[in-house]
Structures are given as C-alpha cells and as structure tokens.
C-alpha cells in the first residue's frame, strides 16, 4: 500500500502518527508505554474528526486517491471477471471499466467509472471523466446484461462527464439521455452504489438502479462544490460554502428518498481498509440482490419507474 | 431615453449571449446591423425581417403561434417550488422563486398545456427562460413528467419546447433526479408508440440537454441556437483552447447529427404540423 496520504483536517492524526514513527525509530523499549498513549490518543482523535466532517471535507474524502475504485471492488469482491470494452461506434472509453462477473458465483454485469492513481493512469483514466463512448459501452453492457438475464451492478466515482469538444460534437448529452431513457425499461436487477464523487449528470447515466447504495463519506450533487461557486460567487476557491449549500453528502441525501442505504466506511475512511471497505459493500449488494431477485421483470421495471417518479419536493 | 436602442453587448459578444427583446422604438439587429422598427420585429415572431435572427420570445406568444386558433388548456400551473435545502448564495432560494413569482408570468420555469397542431391534439410543454434561466428543478420536472403521462393517457403526441441553462443548482440532487424521472416517462411514451418532438431554442444546455431535450424521435432546432451539454466557458476552461466557430450552435449540431433539422420559427407550425400528421398516421 502507498504511503499515507493526509487530508487537511487530519493534521492532528499527521503530527501524532510522525511522533510515534519517530519514537519506533529511536527501537527504545522502554518508549513502548508512551506509543500505546500516543497511538489510542490517534485513535480517539481520528473517531472524533470523523464523525464530525463537513461536507466540504467530505467531498475531500470521498476524492482521496487512495480511495477504493471499482477495479478494487471488483477485484475484492467478484471472481471471474472478464473486461468488456468498447461501444462498437468510436472506441473504447477507459474512464468507465465493465464486464461479465461473479458475485456469490452467481453471473453479473459490473460497470463502473475508473479513476487513475498515479500521474499516467490519471490521464489514462481521464480523471474519471467518461466521454459518450464510455456511456455507449456501459449502454452496451446493460442491454447484454438483460439480454442473458444477469442483474447489473454499477459503481459510481466521477467528478462528471468529461467536458470537451470531441465529447460535444459525439453527443455528450444525447448518449446521457438515451442512458436515462434505457436504464428506465431494463428488465433486470439494478443496484447501484455510489462510492465517492457523484458528479451530476455523468453519474447519474450510470446510476438509474432499483437500489442506491452510497459509502459513508461519498458525495452527490447536481453540480461540484467549485463549479457551484464558480456560478454563484464567481468564485471557484468558495468550494466550502457551495459543499455547505449544495447538501451533497449521504447523510442528507438519504433524507430525500434518493438513495435506499448508507454504507459505514472504516473509521478514517474507505481508502484507510479497502478490504473492510468492499466487503461492507459486498454484503449489502448481497441483501439488496436477494430482495431483487424475488422480483418479475414487470415489477423490476414498475419498481424502478415509481422509485424516481417519487423524486419530488414541491408545493401543490 | 435614446430612440435607438443600443446592442449593447456588441457582435462579438453575441455568440454566448442574445440580446433581450428590445424596448426601444428602433432595434439594431445583431444579425445584420440594419435598424429595425421594434415593432416590425415583435409582428414577426421576433424573427428579424431582414436577415431571420431570431430573439428570443416570450413563451406563451410562441405557444399562439403554434397552436390551432391561438388556444389551449393549461395545467398543473398551480405547481411552486419550495426551499427545502435552505439553499442560500447571494439570496435565498425562497427569495428568489418570490420576487420571480411576483413579477408575474409563471409560477415556475415550464408551462405546460394540451391544444391541437393543425387539429391533431398534443400535450405541450414549453419553457420560460425569464424564470430563473429556465432551470429544472422538482416542479418543471414533474410538470413535464405529467405531460408525459397526459400523452399516455389521452394517447396524444408530446411536445417540450426547451429553454434552459440546465438542472438548477438550488435543489441540487433532486433537480438532477428529475433528469432521470422525465426520462424514464418517456421510455413509457416510446413503448406505447406515441411520438415525441423535443424543439431545442436558444439556450438549451446541462440537464435538460442531456435527459428529455436530446431525446426526441424529432429533435428540431431553431436557427443559431446555442446547444450543448457543457457551457462554453466551462468547455474552454477545461481544454485551454479557444473553441471552434458556430461550436454548439444548431448548424454545428445539424452537421455532427445530433437534430433532425433546423426550422425557422415562422415555418414551426406548418413543420409541427406535417410530420405529427405523418407520425400519427393522419
Ligand atoms: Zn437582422
């Protein structure tokens, strides 16, 4: 595992943790007693930040770059996985990853965005970014998905659609509708689980499940906190009032029926165990799916149609 | 008060930004520089007589020039918007959708209404981009959604005339929900073989590009309108580059295959009309 890479906030935790490597080094035996002091004081300090994050940290969290991608959840969590690329039109899009699974040993469709970690697979990956290629290959993979009648699980970590001229002049929002329109009438499970950066439209095209499941500290929004700013203060720095005002964070979007079930990420967060990460993942995919799989296709379809037809606040 | 009223945002300038429906007596067209009688302009559909630019209007003024007898049936106007996130940036959200509502016109950023295109009935929605840049959040999703589901009902085809900058922030995860709500009605509409027409004006872009706007069997452009799914500046900000001339115009669309056809504002009833009567086997 690479080195650790603090947040902001976790100063304290730095500080402390740097001191008890320092002590380690010394190999004084006699220090032992005073590392177990500094170590549980680490660990209360680390509970107490982290049951109380803002949003805006938060939304730090849930873009660490040690945070699990779906190629870790698919490694920890599927066997048999045989990548699937391409959209049959334009090419093969590496921002978003999927293909043929097992999960339980029971054969799945597994499609999500990928983000890069170092400086080459960053830009390999686009930063997460997908271009409408990316969503015509997830399309692709759904459609085969319900064709061979095998439930469909999505991953979701993307700042948003990727931006650019080539992606506009492609239809960037055309092959997002056509996702939203297709998702709709799939006759097969969809579970959904949003594990770090919702970014609005762009995750949301992979995102129409019969179930939402979304990671502790993920973020989910119509917009990014500085593209929020940007707008409204003509201020990109003011990410932390925009993250305070947008409401991205599990905890508010559950109260607004859009996500079924928070996930509990490991004190510190997901990318601290990605082991004790995927697996809390894995099994709330598994009770979902159970439920799901009592369901005909008719119901699957009406289930998922009433869930977001339901996704209202207004005055009437 | 000066008699000619100036373009003030200049030609340039004019690619992003359209200039508002004149005041004045006279009008400077941005298209072709002449100067207009304002009034010439207004009796035109807001169409420039001389070189076919094309202003925006105001939406139930393109509504009577669309439908049989210049009428209709309106619904679910009743429909407010609420601040549920206690959403604050300069004003509050609440603030905003008051002072919007008290200068009259919409409740919200879409009308919706049933009324017949050369006697073939059709529930309409069509937006209102003096209210809040004609952003979508709960209400214009679910006034949409309930055209949708009109259609289905009465067996009618849909219209949505689109005017907006996209999901409106204010309401956050709930306004990009309504992407995937108005979607997942018009899956409903295809199966049931009824026609949907999406006409994308000047603005269309964000979330309401990227769900119903892009969706349709037909998807007409009025001419030169700005269409994307990212906004330009956002796009230029990204690439570091400059962008492309005519980039996200309905010209540039039209070329890339993205609408059927670019219609001027003054044939739209007689297009509307054709292909309705053709899709519905008339
Ligand atoms: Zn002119």
Request: some cysteine; overall charge negative.
């Amino acid at each position: 595992m690479a080195a650790t890479v603090y947040m902001e906030f976790e100063k304290p935790i730095a500080e402390l943790e740097k001191k008890i490597e320092e002590l380690r080094s010394l190999g004084a035996s006699e220090m032992s007693t005073e590392i177990d002091a500094l170590q549980s004081c680490v660990e209360t300090k680390r509970q107490e930040i982290f049951n109380n994050l803002s949003r805006w940290q938060k939304a730090q969290v849930a873009r660490h770059i040690n945070r699990p991608f779906t190629l870790d959840y698919i490694q920890h969590l599927f066997t048999d996985f045989n990548e699937l690329h391409g959209d049959r039109n334009f090419g093969d899009d590496h921002a978003i990853v999927g293909g043929l699974a097992r999960f339980d040993g029971q054969p799945v469709m597994v499609v999500g965005h990928q983000k890069g970690r170092d400086t080459k697979e960053k830009v390999f990956r686009n930063f997460g970014m997908p271009n409408p290629e990316g969503y015509r290959k997830a399309l692709r993979l759904f459609q085969m998905a319900e064709q061979f009648n095998l439930p469909i699980i999505t991953f979701v970590d993307t700042p948003g659609a990727y931006p650019g001229i080539g992606a506009e002049e492609r239809g960037q929002a055309e092959a997002i509708a056509r996702n939203l329109r297709e998702m709709a009438s799939l006759t097969v499970p969809i579970i959904v689980c949003i594990t770090g950066e919702g970014g609005s439209g762009g995750a949301l095209a992979i995102a129409v499940g019969n179930r939402v499941l979304m990671l502790e500290h993920s973020v989910y929004a119509v917009i990014s906190p500085e593209g929020c700013a940007a707008i409204l203060w003509s201020d990109g720095t003011k990410g932390q009032q925009a993250a305070e005002a947008l409401k991205p964070a599990a905890q508010d979007i559950i109260e607004l029926g859009v996500i079924d079930e928070i996930v509990h990420e490991p004190v510190g967060g997901a990318h601290r165990d990605h082991e004790a990460t995927t697996q809390a993942m894995g099994s709330a995919i598994r009770r979902h799916l159970a439920e799901l799989k009592e369901m005909t296709p008719e119901q699957l379809v009406e289930d998922r149609y009433q869930k977001f037809r339901a996704m209202t606040r207004m005055a009437e | 008060m000066s008699w000619f009223k100036r373009d003030k945002t200049g030609i340039e300038k004019s690619n992003t930004k359209h200039v508002k429906v004149p005041e004045g007596l006279w009008t400077k067209c941005p298209g072709c520089s002449e100067s207009l009688l304002t009034q010439e302009i207004e009796e035109n559909l807001q169409v420039c007589p001389k070189c076919g630019h094309h202003y925006r209007i105001a939406p139930r003024k393109r509504l009577q020039s669309i439908l049989d007898n210049g009428t209709w049936q309106e619904f679910d106007a009743e429909l407010t918007s609420v601040d549920f996130l206690d959403f604050k940036d300069t004003k509050s959200y609440q603030e905003r959708i008051n002072t919007t509502v008290a200068k009259g016109g919409s409740r919200d950023a879409v009308i919706c209404v049933e009324g017949s295109i050369k006697e073939i009935a059709t529930q309409i929605a069509i937006f209102d981009f003096a209210f809040m840049g004609g952003s979508m959040g709960s209400v214009v999703g679910e006034k949409i959604t309930r055209s949708i589901e009109r259609g289905l009902e009465k067996k009618q085809p849909v219209i949505v005339i689109s005017a907006s900058g996209g999901a409106r922030m204010q309401e956050s995860i709930l306004s990009l929900m309504q992407m995937a709500k108005t979607s997942a009605a018009l899956a409903k509409l295809k199966a049931a073989g009824l026609p949907f027409i999406s006409i994308l004006t000047d603005p269309t872009t964000g979330g309401v590009t990227a769900s119903f706007a892009m969706l349709g069997d037909l998807n007409i452009a009025e001419p030169k309108a700005l269409i994307g799914f990212a906004g330009p500046r956002v796009i230029e900000q990204t690439i570091r580059q400059k962008l492309p001339a005519g980039f996200q115009r309905s010209e540039y669309l039209l070329d890339h295959g993205m609408v059927d056809m670019i219609v001027s504002r003054l044939e739209m009833r007689d297009t509307l009309g054709q292909v309705l009567a053709m899709l519905t086997r008339q």
